[in-house]
C-alpha cells in the first residue's frame, strides 16, 4: 500500500496525528508487532495468544499488568511521565476498556516510534499522538537505563 494510503488510514485511526508532523518511517510487516517493536525485537509477533511469542515470565493474558510484567522482565519500570530523560529509555503502554492494545518506544530525541499492527512504523510527537483513537490512551510509562540504541 502506498505511503499516503497509510497516512489516511492513520488520520482516520488516529486524529491527533492530523495536526502533527508524523512520519512513516518503516515499511508495513506481518513478521512484527507493537510489543516486539518496543521490545527491540523486529524478528517475531508478540501476544498472548498462545500462539505467538510471549516472554515465559509474563502471565498470559491481555491485562494492562501482563504488558507491564514482559517489560519489567526486559529492565523497566515505572516512571511518571513520558519526558525525556538523559540516560533513560521509555515505552508508553497503552490500553482500551482494561485490556493492552499497544506500545511505544521513545527515541533518544524525545519523539517515539510505534509499528502499526501489520502496518508501518511510524514517529509521532508523544504517547498522547495516538492518544483517542483505536489504542485507547497510554496510561502506563515505563523506564530502563540505555544500553541499545534505536
Not at 508495513?28 to 517475531?44: F, W
Not at 493474558?61 to 530523560?85: H, I, K, W
Not at 518506544?105 to 508501518?120: E, I
Amino acid at each position: 500500500m502506498a505511503t499516503s494510503n497509510w497516512t489516511e488510514r492513520l488520520v482516520g485511526a488516529f486524529p491527533k496525528l492530523a495536526n502533527e508532523n508524523f512520519a512513516i518511517v518503516g515499511e508495513p510487516s506481518e513478521q512484527y508487532n507493537c510489543i516486539a517493536y518496543a521490545a527491540g525485537d523486529t524478528g517475531k509477533w508478540w501476544w498472548p495468544d498462545g500462539i505467538n511469542y510471549w516472554p515465559p515470565y509474563a502471565a498470559l493474558d491481555n491485562r494492562m499488568e501482563s504488558l507491564a510484567e514482559v517489560f519489567a522482565g526486559l529492565g523497566y519500570e515505572q516512571c511518571a511521565d513520558s519526558g525525556v530523560e538523559s540516560g533513560y529509555q521509555k515505552v508508553a503502554l497503552y490500553e482500551a476498556e482494561g485490556k493492552f492494545q499497544h506500545a511505544a518506544a521513545q527515541l533518544p530525541n524525545g519523539r517515539w516510534r510505534s509499528k502499526m499492527g501489520q502496518g508501518p512504523v511510524i514517529e509521532h510527537r508523544s504517547p498522547e499522538s495516538l492518544s483517542g483513537g483505536m489504542y485507547g490512551d497510554a496510561t502506563i510509562t515505563m523506564r530502563r537505563e540505555a544500553n541499545t540504541t534505536r
